[in-house]
């Protein structure tokens, strides 16, 4: 499953739409040095932001092999299915999947940004439906952690 990334979209839209206004500035008078900087300033920051916006990679979530993979660029988290009890999702802004271990205790993930020791969950994308993680998560045979505080529910 991979998760998608409104981020990566909407700059790669807004770097074409400055692009964009970059010929209209440069076209509308081509004579005007005023024009000419400000389109050349424009088509500097639309390829900055086009640039960028290739550059952010996806979460990826994969099942096989016994284990579970999250993937996000070079960052690669690997569990052996004995190993994961159940899961839970955060919502928010960016939506985060944390795991379990057998016991029911959050597992810890090393930093994914390098500006933490760790964290209890696995960052996603705000627009991953949680939907679609629930029914990954049980196609994968992982259950959801049940929440609730009294036994037997």
């Not at 998608?4 to 040095?33: D, T």
């Not at 290739?54 to 690997?78: K, Q, S, W």
């Not at 839970?88 to 933490?116: I, M």
Request: aromatic content about 6%.
């Amino acid at each position: 499953m991979v998760c998608p990334v409104g981020r990566k979209q909407a700059e790669i839209g807004a770097g074409a739409v400055l692009l964009a206004l970059a010929a209209v500035a440069v076209a509308v008078s081509p004579a005007s040095w005023v024009n000419l900087v400000l389109g050349g300033l424009l088509a500097l920051g639309g390829a900055a932001l086009i640039g960028h916006g290739l550059t952010l990679r996806p979460p990826v979530l994969e099942v096989g092999d016994g284990e579970f993979r999250y993937i996000r660029g070079r960052y690669i988290v690997r569990i052996p299915f004995t190993d994961i009890g159940s899961y839970y999702l955060l919502s928010g802004r960016t939506r985060s999947l944390g795991l379990c271990d057998l016991a029911g205790r959050p597992r810890v993930f090393p930093s994914t940004e390098g500006r933490r020791a760790s964290r209890p969950y696995l960052p996603l994308t705000g627009m991953t439906s949680p939907d679609k993680v629930d029914a990954f998560m049980s196609s994968a045979g992982i259950p959801p952690r049940d929440r609730s505080l009294t036994a037997g529910g």
